[in-house]
């Protein structure tokens, strides 16, 4: 393939992939791929160029949205507040996305064995991301006299964060959240308390 037909297929890709995202998120469910290549006005063979399968193209969006959140610590990995700010900002002002990813993965990591290339490129992406914020985790629970491991940091500041996501993307409940900016920083601020301090 010449470099201009590997640009062009690549492009492609990436606008299969983001058109996937905007339905999937649109949709608040699972999409056909049937719609997506209404949506692109293309052919669904096209779509098979590029992927394998639905499952496939999801693992990819999950991937896509592990870079994101990569970038987010190599952005910030000098400062805890900044990087736990932004973390958890960019998971609760798009709850929907949060929730429906994970189901997805979830749900793939149980049933999915065809695509373990790129559950190890996701897996390797994560790694990354925990590794480049260690050091000032490491120091954030050092300077506050916490009792917590960086793993158990960081599985809190996660478990939290997906918390805030459910509640904030309810029906139910968001018809009782008074300021849904004031909870968010509340959610931030509670992360950001340091529990389990050595005694």
């Known amino acids: 393939m010449n470099s201009e037909r590997q640009q062009n297929f ?13 339905l999937l998120l649109d949709n ?9 290549a209404s949506e692109l006005d293309i052919a669904k063979g096209t779509i098979y160029k590029h992927f394998d399968s639905k499952n496939q193209l999801y693992l990819e969006l999950i991937i896509l949205n592990e870079k994101r959140l990569l970038d987010i610590s190599h952005k910030f990995n000098t400062d805890i507040n900044s990087y736990v700010s932004e973390y958890m900002l960019y998971n609760m002002l798009n709850s929907n996305r949060t929730i429906l990813l994970h189901v997805i993965e979830e749900r793939l990591t149980n049933n999915e064995r065809k695509l373990n290339n ?9 790694e990354a991301r925990i590794l480049s914020i260690k050091e000032i985790t490491d120091k954030y629970l050092k300077e506050n006299n916490s009792a917590m491991s960086i793993r158990d940091y960081q599985s809190y500041v996660w478990t939290v964060t ?3 996501c459910l509640l904030l993307n309810s029906t139910h409940y968001q018809k009782a959240i008074g300021s849904r900016d004031r909870l968010i920083k509340l959610y931030i601020n509670q992360v950001l308390m340091t529990p389990d301090k050595v005694v």
């Open 118 to 126: 790129l559950f190890d490129e996701l897996y390797k992406i994560r």
């Open 162 to 164: 997906y918390g805030a």
């Open 10 to 22: 690549l492009l492609r890709k990436e606008k299969i992939l983001a058109m996937a995202e905007k």
């Open 28 to 36: 608040n469910q699972d999409i056909t791929l049937e719609e997506l």
